[in-house]
């Protein structure tokens, strides 16, 4: 079964980048399409990257696209969000997930395809 924990998640002010990491234990880390999402207090959580099993494939919320960048490097069973331009808006839990994928390609933006989560870890962007 597979393990996820995040980390780098913090404070900073808006316009900074930050980069926060999930790593994955317990599974061969190249068969899942991985994913980040994201969660306020009382909302829905909301879909933000997601990079196939080979890493060459990604797609991203619309909300993010040219400040956010998922890559992941399998020889350390790792997944990357580096977040830059952030904005007040950003604040939120991050979770990764991971999802064993049909092919090298796939990746899902569905919280639905996901079958493993992290705990997750709190970005805060002040104003």
């Known amino acids: 079964q597979v393990q996820l924990v995040e980390s780098g998640g913090g404070l900073v002010q808006a316009g900074d980048s930050l980069g926060v990491s999930c790593a994955a234990s317990?599974?061969?880390?190249?068969?899942?399409?991985m994913g980040w999402f994201r969660q306020t207090p009382g909302k829905e959580r909301e879909f933000v990257a997601a990079v196939s099993r080979n890493g060459a494939s990604t797609v991203y919320a619309d909300f993010v696209k040219g400040r956010f960048t998922i890559a992941r490097d399998n020889a350390k069973s790792s997944v990357f969000l580096q977040m830059n331009s952030l904005k007040p808006e950003d604040t939120a839990v991050y979770y990764c997930?991971?999802?064993?994928?049909?092919?090298?390609?796939?990746?899902?933006?569905?919280?639905?395809?996901?079958?493993?989560w992290g705990q997750g870890t709190q970005v805060t962007v002040s104003s």
């Open positions: 317990g599974v061969v880390f190249s068969m899942y399409a």
């Open positions: 997930a991971a999802t064993q994928a049909q092919n090298s390609y796939s990746r899902y933006t569905s919280g639905s395809d996901y079958r493993a």
